[in-house]
């Protein structure tokens, strides 16, 4: 039963978690566009690359702690996007 306890808990930590990294991945796609077209245009670039790349993309999200995941996400995604995309006038 303890197990039922703490499937909760995770459950939340898991959802943030995915989040944290679709939100992390978006954003490092989006600042490193340019990078990652010139790297898919190489000529040794093939179909086994893109699952090392998203692989490689998807480590990033390791730099940062479960609290720091939740953090970012406890004044929501769509708004920690905004604040780091958009600079004041």
Do not use: C, W
């Not at 490193?32 to 190489?42: C, K, P, T, W």
């Not at 730099?63 to 708004?79: N, Y």
């Amino acid at each position: 039963m303890a197990a039922d306890q703490s499937t909760p808990g995770n459950t939340a930590q898991a959802d943030v978690s995915s989040e944290f990294r679709s939100y992390y991945l978006q954003r490092a796609t989006k600042e490193f566009s340019e990078d990652l077209d010139q790297v898919r245009n190489a000529k040794d670039f093939n179909n086994d690359a893109i699952a090392m790349l998203i692989h490689a993309l998807q480590q990033g999200t390791t730099m940062f702690s479960e609290e720091d995941q939740k953090r970012i996400f406890a004044t929501g995604p769509a708004e920690a996007a905004s604040a780091g995309g958009k600079k004041s006038p």
